[in-house]
């Protein structure tokens, strides 16, 4: 026959089972970001501010980006179709001038213009004798394409190497608080999740946030890399039309604004 248990060892147990409910509760709680930031030390801090700075800069280029593009595909098509459609020469210059500095066919299309008015203007000189009107228009096209699609691209090698370090980063964390969890199981003689839970709460914390400031800085890069490319493929379009029509002095049939491809 089992003995009975006496009352004194029942409340006994209790007790320990509430203690180990309160001792439970106290660990978590050491797994709180509160208490990552109270207990960061210079590696910490380290990996921490540089997650912060690369996150803070990825949504100023992504933000910038965004209303870039946006404002560069909702003119394009209008600004084209207006110069083509401007009967004189001059007034499609002249409205190409009017545009935003930041309008990217406009300067294209006006150092063309300027390039050819300078050819004109050079007839019988040795510049003329080297580069006929065709080659020197040419030149300043590529130049002017060249120029405006590396303006495209800013911010996008910051994106790019957040996208793939910040998990790094995170990482370096994370193996900075493994690595103290250890070193206090090793102190204290046990394994006990009062022990790890501080360290290993941090550890878990900086994964996070290296995959948050990583996954929006690739999804940015991305759609922005697409983005460009459909811009720099109309830049292509425009260039050549420009070319024939200034080279020539005559439109090109079939020149003028096009659909973008989805």
Request: hydrophobic content about 50%; charged content about 20%; proline content about 4%.
């Amino acid at each position: 026959m089992p003995e009975a248990t006496s009352p004194a060892a029942v409340d006994a147990a209790a007790d320990a089972v509430v203690a180990g409910d309160t001792s439970n509760a106290a660990a978590l709680q050491q797994m709180g970001f509160d208490h990552l930031i109270q207990n960061f030390d210079w590696v910490g801090w380290t990996v921490f501010v540089t997650l912060v700075i690369m996150s803070i800069v990825s949504w100023i280029y992504t933000v910038m980006n965004a209303m870039r593009n946006t404002s560069i595909t909702g003119k394009m098509e209008k600004v084209i179709r207006t110069f083509w459609e401007t009967p004189s020469a001059a007034d499609a210059v002249r409205f190409m001038e009017e545009q935003p500095k930041g309008e990217p066919f406009s300067k294209i299309a006006l150092d063309c213009a300027s390039a050819a008015a300078h050819h004109q203007r050079h007839e019988g000189s040795r510049l003329v004798e080297a580069l006929n009107r065709s080659e020197f228009i040419d030149r300043a096209l590529r130049q002017a394409v060249a120029r405006e699609s590396s303006k495209l691209e800013n911010g996008l090698t910051w994106l790019a190497t957040t996208g793939s370090s910040a998990p790094f980063v995170g990482l370096l964390g994370t193996v900075w608080g493994i690595y103290h969890a250890l070193l206090n199981i090793g102190a204290a003689g046990t394994a006990d999740i009062t022990v790890v839970a501080g360290p290993v709460g941090e550890a878990l914390i900086m994964t996070a946030i290296g995959l948050f400031v990583a996954i929006p800085a690739v999804l940015a890069y991305n759609f922005f890399s697409r983005s460009n490319r459909k811009i720099m493929a109309r830049f292509d379009e425009f260039a050549h039309d420009l070319h024939d029509f200034f080279a020539t002095g005559s439109r090109v049939e079939g020149a003028g604004p096009k659909p973008m491809k989805k």
